[in-house]
């Protein structure tokens, strides 16, 4: 190993270049950025008093969800979590069944099958998306599956493969179409987990209106925040009147009588936190070409390192570069943990890919094929400070 | 029939009495009030910039609620639900056990016991609290259920029944000491829904520091409100480590890692609804002062009228008068509609007490005791407009 190559030197020609970004002093992973409307809605929302469950900044925000994503509908709920949970019961998720995921991802994918009593599947990457690689997944399922009464059945667990749940990773579009293409001729339900790809496209549409249902996030960490909130996205009007009913705690209503006709959820988006995504959707145009000029800040300072690139949105996508990404070249696996301690040690915040699903204790012994792409990329993946303010217009 | 005890008699009588408490023109069953803090602390929210689940209004939060309450630890969670879910796990409930809950409480009670997967087991109320009754309860269990390994199981349906969840209605105490002993007696974990009962005390000791675990709601209709909250309190540390282990995804802590050991919930706080609540909790003293008045003027107002009474706070207990309660005489149950009917037209909002859980469909087939208290309550009980706001010094 020479020292150009070596981890020590890899690792500071990677702090140098975050530098030339994000410059001096500490720098945090991912901030929010309230410039805009923020204070001034949540003081209508507080001098109106209805900072709960009614109110119009729900139906504001969920309209103006729909309009920006182009799904006919959008219902906001307390989490992305919450979105996927309901989401998933409404994509007809029963007990015993398995829910193709991705082993790349967060674990509220994992979670969300998991409240359903079902079973996570977990299928492998693909290096150009960072998504479920369609080609891998299909000839595995044509190995390992049968149909059974027009369902996928898993031929070594016996139960049926119910679902498939594609997540954007760090905002970058899975290949949908090929997705679609394995959804459809598999019998799957299609459900998107685009908690991280608000404002991503696949050829012009937006990320979480392709499937059957798709979710959101606004986590505090996301590109546009309502401290904690989520949506799911449908075109389906019924599935959107019976999200809206699930997620209200399934009462029927009525002038005063409490029924409440299936088991149903308290995860309606409180009004005040309504107020505060109404105001960040506002920005969030501004937002997505930070990010894409942040990328290309970050692209030309990483073309002086040789052993590590920014990964880039794949082809015919739109990428809202949530999370900038720095790909460790393959023969530099073992220098991610030199890396991640050195930008750290200098205040610069980054992080590793989450630890990969089928890796955790809860999920160890779920069903899964083949993950090779995956666990090449969990050792060289590292996610670069991202916030907006690093390259926004009039902040630079 | 005579005309002093028609329904029509009657109903007239109720809305004249609320007249004279409430005033003239809409009044709402109850409104929050944001005099205090609410604002400077959400400015300062948002200037940090730390508005989700990260931050010092969360922690503050816990620490005041412990305080005020007197349990050891408080973990701040994003709605009651959810914090009934977590205690309820905590409390050790599994797939298959049976929970005993009344069959008078909001459908959140139950719900919570559906998403362990367990069964609720429904009780009947007394009629001098609104709460489970243990006397009847105690007797009903003699009967049906026996002793195996240590566990009290359902003789009819072969479950374990695991846990007592007792609900303070309306703010006031359950015969708390009656239940434990019950517990007690029947090797059955205590956990106390105190959704409805911040500011109330049995005996000097606050509700929900009772049982192994309790919970609280802030909801946007409670005495004080976060926009949508809860919390779990306990006197055991590591059931509070492990409450905030689990509502926060069950990630282990590590400088960049993401590892979680078991199925975790998004269910922590955000720290702009803790915000909320660090400035509504500084206003409770006062708003609980506001309530006991509102409760002396319609007890007065109500002196007047024959058929009906306002509900007072148990002996030996202080209640927060959370919402304030019309019971009809047993003379009169028929009249419950025409007198909704009435008000509600006048524009005097008020509300029955919530569908019994055992008529509701999800749980019509659920295992349960006579519930004939329960059912002549159901007959009987109206709340009445119970904002703070129509007592509260200086606003009068």
Redesign the interface.
């Known amino acids: 190993m020479n020292t150009l190559t070596s981890p020590k030197h890899l690792a500071g020609q990677v702090v140098d270049a975050i530098r030339t970004v994000a410059g001096d002093g500490p720098v945090a992973l991912h901030?929010?950025?309230?410039a805009g409307n923020?204070?001034a809605y949540?003081?209508e929302c507080?001098?109106s008093?209805?900072?709960?469950?009614?109110g119009h900044y729900v139906d504001r925000f969920e309209t103006e969800l729909a309009a920006y994503t182009g799904a006919r509908h959008a219902v906001a709920v307390?989490?992305?979590?919450?979105a996927l949970h309901v989401a998933l019961r409404l994509a007809g998720i029963r007990p015993d069944d398995e829910v193709l995921i991705p082993t790349l991802t967060?674990?509220?994918t994992a979670?969300a099958v998991?409240?359903c009593?079902a079973t996570p599947h977990f299928v492998d990457s693909a290096e150009n998306t960072l998504g479920m690689d369609p080609g891998e997944l299909r000839e595995y399922l044509r190995r390992k599956t049968d149909f059974h009464n027009e369902q996928c059945v898993n031929r070594e667990t016996g139960r049926v493969i119910r679902a498939l749940v594609p997540m954007h990773t760090f905002g970058h579009p899975a290949d949908i179409e090929g997705l679609l293409a394995v959804a459809h001729d598999f019998k799957l339900a299609l459900v998107e987990d685009a908690a991280e790809s608000l404002g991503s496209t696949y050829h012009g549409q937006h990320t979480g209106t392709f499937g059957l249902l798709g979710t959101l996030s606004f986590?505090?960490?996301k590109t546009i925040?309502t401290?904690?909130g989520g949506a799911i996205l449908t075109n389906d009007a019924e599935l959107a009147r019976h999200a809206r009913h699930l997620t209200t705690?399934?009462?029927v209503p009525h002038?005063?009588?409490?029924?409440?006709?299936?088991?149903?959820?308290?995860y309606?988006?409180?009004?005040?936190?309504a107020a505060?995504g109404c105001a960040q959707l506002e920005q969030l145009p501004g937002y997505l070409l930070a990010k894409r000029r942040l990328f290309e800040h970050y692209r030309l300072a990483f073309e002086e390192v040789p052993l590590a690139t920014i990964f880039s949105e794949p082809a015919g996508c739109q990428s809202n570069y949530w999370l900038q990404t720095l790909v460790l070249d393959e023969s530099a696996p073992d220098q991610r943990d030199a890396v991640?301690s050195a930008t750290?040690e200098n205040g610069l915040m980054?992080?590793?890919?989450?630890?990969l699903m089928h890796k955790?204790?809860?999920y160890r012994e779920c069903p899964r094929m083949q993950l090779a792409a995956a666990e090449s990329l969990e050792r060289r993946l590292i996610n670069l400070p991202s916030s907006t303010h690093l390259a926004i217009e009039g902040s630079e």
């Not at 008093?49 to 009614?54: A, E, P, W, Y």
């Open positions: 901030e929010p950025r309230f923020e204070w949540l003081k507080l001098d008093t209805f900072v709960s469950s009614v307390v989490n992305g979590t919450a967060f674990v509220a979670n998991a409240y009593g986590n505090g960490n925040t401290g904690g705690t399934a009462k002038r005063w009588e409490y029924m409440h006709d299936e088991v149903g959820y308290n309606r988006l409180p009004n005040i936190n505060l991640l750290n980054t992080r590793p890919v989450w630890t955790l204790p809860p």
